[in-house]
């Protein structure tokens, strides 16, 4: 079964949930977290509470200062606050890329204040194992804020969209 992502889908997903004072959408400029900008970009006055995005460069690639200029881009002509944070990715024992996405989640819990939400989009198979690769399904979740900032997301999350 196929649910089709839409701002309309996002926004009661979004009422939903305890009422937030901010979303945060965390952007890397890829092609999912692009749809999922442009839904709360849509929503417009509709969106119960106001959006920023959040871009962080991990500058592991050759080409992460252009990322960053099409996030900024986007996130202008959308009329959206953007925040790029940069970050110096320290590799220890979990690999390159667990440690990015450490220096990611240190980022989002510096930023986010008791009461606003993470937007995130990704594919379920980001989440697994690297031995058990899932199959590939899209998902945008919800993380409300929780009180410890040392941690920035709630285990609870809201899929939005998902196909099998």
Same mark, same amino acid.
């Not at 079964?1 to 701002?7: D, E, L």
């Given at each position: /079964?196929?649910?089709?992502?839409?701002?309309e889908s996002l926004l009661p997903?979004?009422?939903?949930?305890?009422?937030?004072?901010?979303? =945060?959408?965390?952007?890397?400029?890829?092609?999912?977290?692009?749809?999922?900008l442009h839904a709360p970009a *849509?929503?417009?006055?509709?969106?119960?509470?106001?959006? @920023?995005?959040?871009?962080?460069?991990?500058?592991?690639?050759? @080409?992460?200062?252009? =990322?960053?200029?099409?996030?900024?881009?986007?996130?202008?002509?959308?009329?959206?606050?953007?925040?790029? *944070?940069?970050?110096?990715? %320290?590799?220890?024992?979990?690999?390159?890329?667990?440690? #990015?996405? %450490? #220096?990611?989640?240190?980022?989002?819990?510096?930023?986010?204040?008791?009461?606003? /939400?993470?937007? $995130?989009?990704?594919?379920?198979?980001d989440q697994q194992p690297e031995?058990?690769?899932?199959?590939?399904?899209?998902?945008? *979740?919800?993380?409300?804020?929780? %009180? *410890?900032? @040392?941690?920035?997301?709630?285990?609870? $999350?809201?899929?939005?969209?998902?196909?099998?």
């Open positions: /079964m196929v649910t089709r992502f839409s701002p997903v979004l009422q939903s949930l305890p009422v937030a004072s901010r979303y =945060w959408l965390a952007y890397s400029g890829g092609l999912d977290s692009t749809v999922l *849509q929503l417009g006055e509709r969106l119960p509470s106001p959006l @920023s995005v959040v871009h962080v460069d991990h500058g592991l690639s050759a @080409s992460s200062i252009e =990322w960053a200029r099409q996030c900024r881009r986007q996130c202008e002509a959308l009329d959206v606050l953007l925040h790029e *944070q940069q970050v110096d990715v %320290e590799r220890r024992g979990g690999g390159i890329e667990a440690a #990015a996405r %450490e #220096a990611r989640y240190a980022v989002f819990a510096g930023l986010l204040a008791e009461g606003e /939400m993470l937007l $995130t989009a990704h594919h379920r198979d031995k058990r690769p899932a199959p590939r399904s899209q998902q945008i *979740q919800v993380h409300p804020a929780r %009180e *410890q900032r @040392s941690r920035c997301v709630d285990q609870r $999350t809201a899929p939005l969209h998902s196909h099998g």
